[in-house]
């Protein structure tokens, strides 16, 4: 006789992962215009910054741990979003900063100084790629898995 498997208790996941991801959005757009108002630079500024939201979504992460545990990949669903929000307002920034710096005097090579010699590369290329394997880590993990992080 085979006792079967009863599946966790669900979760909403829209209730639970569309106020994380507006949120998300939200915490990235006054980063950003944290970074353009102080001239576009990253700076230490910049880094504490997306620390401190770093440290948010880890805290959110601990605070829905239960209810992400009930949803099916919800911790990956949960990662993707922090990754798409934050890398890609840093490369949204990135590529609106280089289309004005190409539009002016030095044109492609002042643009190119500016991604490639300065903290942007970091912001951007390093930290998309870095994130972007651990994340890639985690789906795998996370499809072997069938949806459930234990």
Do not use: K
Request: net charge positive; hydrophobic share 55%.
């Amino acid at each position: 006789m085979s006792t079967p498997t009863l599946a966790p208790p669900s979760t909403n996941a829209r209730a639970l992962l569309l106020p994380y991801a507006l949120g998300l959005l939200a915490a990235a757009v006054v980063l950003q215009a944290v970074i353009a108002l102080a001239g576009g630079e990253i700076t230490v500024r910049a880094g504490v910054l997306t620390a401190v939201l770093g440290v948010g979504i880890a805290a959110w992460l601990l605070r829905h741990h239960r209810e992400l545990a009930h949803v099916r990949f919800g911790f990956v669903v949960a990662h993707s979003l922090a990754f798409v929000m934050v890398t890609t307002s840093f490369n949204a920034h990135a590529v609106i900063r280089t289309l004005q710096l190409g539009a002016t005097d030095g044109g492609f090579e002042v643009a190119a100084q500016e991604l490639l010699a300065t903290p942007w590369f970091g912001a951007t290329l390093v930290m998309s790629a870095a994130w972007g394997c651990g994340l890639l880590v985690h789906l795998v993990g996370s499809v072997l898995g069938r949806g459930w992080d234990r």
